[in-house]
């Protein structure tokens, strides 16, 4: 069993950053793909980034070369890093944990709860 805490969000300008962090309970960790989600209000739930437990990551085209996810397994932690943000990536930012069935294929086994971005503009 794992849980997961999202934190980190809040509300920013357009043009500035967030760090988000997922917590994770849990022993097996370091063994799980974690994958960051986000949902505005109307649309579907979509990943943004996932990193796999080798440190592989996978990016949405519209957040490359703005997000950075990454892992510190001694803490049980993920972060995006998110730069340069736009009013289009306000949503509610969730986190999955789960494995990696091929690549860029995830099953995602447990949710955080969410943490809310607002960029205004």
């Known amino acids: 069993q794992v849980q997961l805490v999202e934190s980190g969000g809040g509300l920013v300008q357009a043009g500035g950053s967030l760090r988000l962090s997922c917590a994770a309970s849990?022993?097996?960790?370091?063994?799980?793909?974690i994958g960051w989600y986000r949902q505005a209000p109307g649309k579907r739930r979509e990943l943004v980034a996932a990193?796999?437990?080798?440190?592989?990551?996978n990016y949405a085209d519209s957040v490359k070369g703005r997000f950075t996810i990454s892992r510190d397994n001694a803490k049980n932690t993920v972060y995006l890093q998110m730069n340069s943000l736009k009013p289009e990536d306000t949503a509610v930012y969730y986190c999955?944990?789960?494995?990696?069935?091929?690549?860029?294929?995830?099953?995602?086994?447990?949710w955080g709860q969410g943490t809310q971005v607002t960029v205004s503009s």
């Open positions: 999955a944990a789960g494995r990696e069935l091929t690549t860029m294929s995830y099953r995602w086994d447990y």
């Open positions: 849990g022993s097996t960790f370091s063994r799980n793909a």
């Open positions: 990193i796999t437990s080798g440190g592989s990551t």
